[in-house]
């Protein structure tokens, strides 16, 4: 469903879609960031400087997330909620040239997941809080999974 600030503007092209089918998605838990709307979210996370934010699992998952405090950056993805799905051609935070949707991150796509690599700086039973992320407070999470590179290894 289109959001307030969502409308098509001048130049952009939006598809007439038909309904989703269902993917079979779960969501594990909800993401709490200091993000309440589109604006407020940065173009992308900053693990350095960015505010701490907190990937809620269910309760279910608890036992998912053993080993998970000895990495130190994580790949988050999320499902982008409030966006809108049927976006073709748009311009990059409504400035600049047109381009297609798949030649940039907005998050307004067809499927609109989110993907964020994230440091993690501590883990409390089934809320691990990090720093990186750009999404709006309480998106569904998705997954999570472990940054495998030799600076982890070591």
Not at 69 to 88: I, N, P, T
Not at 126 to 139: A, H, I, N, P, Y
Request: charged share 25%; hydrophobic share 35%.
């Amino acid at each position: 469903m289109p959001h307030h600030g969502d409308a098509t503007r001048e130049g952009e092209i939006a598809a007439d879609l038909p309904p989703a089918s269902d993917a079979g998605l779960r969501f594990i838990g909800r993401i709490e960031t200091p993000f309440i709307t589109r604006g407020d979210c940065p173009r992308q996370g900053d693990m350095e400087n960015g505010p701490d934010c907190v990937l809620n699992l269910a309760p279910i998952y608890g036992p998912a997330l053993r080993e998970i405090g000895k990495r130190r950056h994580l790949q988050v993805f999320y499902w982008l909620h409030a966006a809108r799905r049927d976006m073709l051609v748009q311009r990059r935070k409504g400035e600049g040239p047109m381009m297609g949707t798949f030649a940039l991150r907005s998050p307004l796509r067809p499927n609109p997941i989110g993907v964020s690599v994230v440091r993690l700086l501590r883990v409390e039973g089934t809320r691990l809080f990090v720093r990186g992320l750009d999404c709006l407070d309480g998106t569904p999470l998705l997954d999570i999974k472990p940054i495998t590179c030799r600076e982890e290894m070591r």
